[in-house]
């Protein structure tokens, strides 16, 4: 017979629990699941989430991730926003991996170290702000507008970090993960200097960068080189959100190969396959994807847009009026646009109608031709017979019948690094371990990346009438044959 005990009640203190998710906030990600970041617990606090809520950071919402190539694939609807959460993330996760190594490489330098919960605050907001310099449409914006004034996204980005951002910055104590110390202050310009890649050698920039400590650019190679906290999550996300592939290639096994030497990010052979199977599925997404046909003409008509609208769009140098930048974006522009017909201005309602036509897809481009040029390691791009636009021009009139050589078409040459050449700044950020030999070796010694061409270019050539399709084609094809032989380039 099974006999009940009562246990007699036990009066409780009315305390509350202890708040184990105070200070915490997740955010839902389809490539990453759950991101979290830090929030205000006291009044007068600056957490991540004033950041990630701040003008700057709130605008990247307003410019696709994908500059054309949303207007070609239909669900590629994510930003710049979305991206930079999710490059925090991997800051994180990335920094997880790599910090144990990180203290080995200082510990036989002699060189002091900041504490964990710094070093996690410092690359967080270096991925969080990686992208807040982007204008409207991106790199297309950089190539198109931003060169005008010697600069670029990353420039921009670093000043807005210094003159906007600097003080919320400093006063960031924690991380979902850590607290600062008490006698540390997050530097902004140690973020800053975090997401502009190296210079050329013997520019006065380089110079400057010599004083840093070796933490500190090792921590940039997360930022610039072979495989970053950038591109993995842009390659994760594109090629989800286009359709290209649900899990385009094994990050947890390359961050698990991978950690810091004196030398730097170095992989271990062990993690060698899995990197070249990233190498090659963010190739094979620039071809498919951001070098898409349809994609490549948009860009056409939009670069033919931005000739006559630029000025009338942003007539400044962004640098000197970073506050007028703020409000400048995909949105602001296409509201704009829509409105030309309507404007007093002649030169506005004379370019409306071919932004309407760009805004409804009606590119008004015909693909002829088109060839994939690889360049190996060694090989010249500058003299081949596919250098630049403007040569590749020439080359195709003097291969049309006289009376065809003044007809109007478009050259576009889209150009994809595999990996940076052994000379450049970015190249000196990623190095192979070897356990057969206890050696660390640059890339290019491993026969397997050697095979892997330094660059491509898709090369095509567009027309407006569909008669000159078949005489363009044929000019491209003579001059694919006199090239090959010619300079033995690989097609």
Known sequence: MLCSVQHPRIAMPNIPPKNYFDGENLSQDPIHGYIPFSSATAEGEVSERDIVDSDWVQRLRQIH??????????????????HSLGAMHLASKTLARLYPSLVDVCDELGEALPSRAYLESLVRMAALLHDVGHGPFGHFFDAKFLSKYDTNHEKLGAEIIRQKLAPKLQQIRRNPY????????????????LIVRPMKAGSATQCSDQIEPTWLHLLRSLFSGLYTVDNMD????????????????????????????????????????TLTRFLSVRAELF?????????RAMDIALGALFAESGSLLFPKNPLEH???????????????????????????????PAWQDFLRRRIPLHLAAETTV?????????????????????????HLPESMRSIPFEVDIARHLHRPDSH??????????DPATNRIQQLEEEELFRHIPQSYRICRIYTQYSEQIAPLAKAMDMLIHAGSEDDGTNM
């Open 65 to 82: 991730q994908l500059q054309t190539a949303w207007l070609v694939y239909p669900s590629a609807e994510h930003t710049r926003f979305q």
């Open 178 to 193: 850590g607290v600062l110390e008490k006698h540390e202050t997050l530097a902004p310009e140690q973020i800053a200097f």
């Open 234 to 273: 842009f390659v994760l996300r594109d090629a989800y959100m286009t359709g290209f592939s649900a899990r385009a290639f094994d990050i947890d096994r390359l961050l698990h190969y991978s950690f810091f030497t004196r030398q730097g990010l170095t992989v271990h052979q062990k993690g060698f396959a």
């Open 287 to 295: 071809r498919s994807v951001y070098f898409h046909r349809t994609v």
């Open 322 to 352: 970073l506050d007028e930048y703020l409000r400048f974006t995909e949105w602001s522009i296409l509201v704009s646009v829509a409105r030309w017909n309507k404007s007093s201005d002649a030169k506005k309602r004379e370019l409306y």
């Open 374 to 398: 690889l360049f190996r390691a060694g090989e010249r791009e500058q003299t081949s017979i596919f250098a630049d636009e403007q040569s590749l021009r020439r080359l195709i009139i003097s």
């Open 424 to 433: 450049r700044p970015s190249a000196s950020q990623n190095f192979l371990y």
